[in-house]
């Protein structure tokens, strides 16, 4: 089966908003093993989207569009689909009810009924959050068109829960993939270390960076998911021996997703006492659902006095070295530890940047300690002449911070220069 | 000017990543007054780049590309445009000297030095952050084919440093336009209120809702930016009038950059109190560079003893009612201003999920306090049947403390339930 995405919304090709409908929707086609060949974006516009149909049913076997589905005068998409399928619309009872009861004891505004309109002889998928619902439309010749709400809180659910079990009735072939994720290691020495099975064909071996972190993708394809697992899995051990301890997890979602349940079969605990990342170490780790057994207080120490005050770091030694330096780090991540009663302790002091910047301290200098009570380890991040941003540099050092964690829990060496 | 993009990487229609780099660059040609008609994404498959390629040179003068530039084998965007154009690939002098200078002392792998190689009569686009250098490559009838890296971190300083001023040179008309922000406003709602603004073509007034937040765009195209802009201003106007005080700001990047500079101007402090949003107020706070004039430390007391430890909240009182509770939160908001010294104090408790649900809280459910030191206001989020997941839930708390800050340094009514 022969798919192709059809993304609508004026606000995607003014970069108003970022596609990540298309992102959500070719990862659940790639995993029914439907093959996803093109994908584009067409403005809030009737005639250029009913020239992208057109095109898109002469290629394809499947169509998904998303967006253009809500109440506004804008949204155009089923109309279109209707006009070029020559399908009218109906009335659809159970999305009719749905949005009855959606508005609850609320007036339903009347630009909200031609929600409920669909396509003749389409299949609805119910929106579980929102007031619009989806549908299949059969096409010519067995193809198909699914059209999906445009918002992602309206179109995952929908998606996972409708869409993909319906579609897999309809499909045979099937993709597998396995992803391993690294960090600390660049995406050349990667390719050096891989490169001999980067040119397979099934499965095939891809390596990307994302945010500083190295990760490669192993796919393959067969009959069943079985099969294709079974192809993947060697591949997938050799590509984890040759990258070694940067290896932090393979079909993991991140760091932390990997770090939390660590704690958790230890038994440990954590404390952060954050600077330059301002809380988004504790965000990060508490994003893990479960992260109240491992971690109970985390300290946003942005001043001088709340490091003082709440950690016991000595004023004397910040005024002789500086609230950025190794010392204040190793202090925050001691006193963590010691002060909160956790097997660990994390310190993380640095310039965020843009503003900040001294004449021997550059914009983007992040000191990281980790302590566990007994030992205090420590990285520097420099910026080496180029700084990446404020963002880059507190979600890095967030992430190194993690690592150090991680690599001190399972006996690896755990400080460097990076 | 009618352009369009290619997005080139098998990664994006299997979906592991998403498509950012479209985004960026169509925000930037619409600031360029460039018509941005079609935008495609193809694997890294030469012969349907190719494809691509040629149909795009049919319709459009400037094609832009972005990824496939890297050292690795499937990096083939240049080499196809090259083929595509008709035009030998030539060592570029000033990109290999910067491909050295960014190894330094380091050894250049091999596979690195075809990066330096640009199609005959390019102008090349210096890398700032890494190796590959972007180029823009004339094609037949004055045409263009700009060639940008993939990585965000590479492609966007790429984009606005050297290729926007670059095209702004060969541009005429220009697209102004205008952002009105709104929070706890609904999409529907906002439609009714402009519903007679939406139809006009110049400006052109379109909603949309993201993250549940509604935001109202007003784009003018005209032969000056001047004049642009003073088509957008009186719709702009009167927009924010009919949207009263659920407008947050306009030209704004979200809550928290009109929070920290209205704390900055009054002079004034804020402490954040945080269990179930586990730092992101405090993150989102200090993601403002300059936060810590008014943001001293936050507190993650994510365990009931922490709570008590460091904001005093009474043990009793969290037997008696539960961490998730008016009272606790209210009295984690008292804490944070009275005990840290602070102007304003904020205090989050609830329950993020997908676990933690009792008989009578259930998931999604969070209370967010605001307190000055004298009056403490509330606000409920409560699920409405509908839990949005854990990310939602903390995202949407935390821009409730956000904008009941807002609101009450405005002299605004604060309290609600969402």
Redesign the interface.
Known sequence: MKAEIIAV????????????D?????????ALGVD?????????NAA?LEACLRAALQRSDLVITTGGL?????DLTKETVARVLGLPLEEHADSLRRLREYFGDRPV?E??YKQAWLPRGSHAFAN??G?APGCAVPAEGHKLVILLPG?P?ELLPMLHDGVVPWLARKTGACIQ?S?VRTFALG??DA??RLRDL??GANPTV??????GEM?V?I?AKAATAGEAAALVAPVREDVCRRLGDHVYGVDVENLESVVVPLLLQRGETLT?A?S????????R???V????SV?????????N??KT??LGVPEELLARVGAVSPEVARCMAQQACARYGSTWGVGISGI????GATATKPVGLVYIALSDGGRTWLRVMRPHG?Y?G???T?QRAASHALDMLRRAMLGLPVEMEA
């Open positions: 919304g004026t606000e995607l090709l003014l970069g108003h908003t970022i596609n990540t298309a992102a959500h929707v070719a990862r659940a086609l790639s996803l060949h093109h994908a584009c974006v067409v403005g809030d250029r809500g109440p506004t005068g804008d505004g630009n909200q579980s959050v007031t918002p809180s993939s992803m995406e050349g390719e050096l980067t040119g891809a390596t990307y960076a994302t945010d990760f993708r796919t952060t954050e330059c990342t301002g809380g988004l170490l504790a965000k780790i508490t994003d659902a479960g992260a109240s971690f109970h207080q985390g300290l946003v120490t942005y001043a006095e709340a005050r709440l965020a940047g843009p503003g180029r990446m404020r963002a880059w507190r």
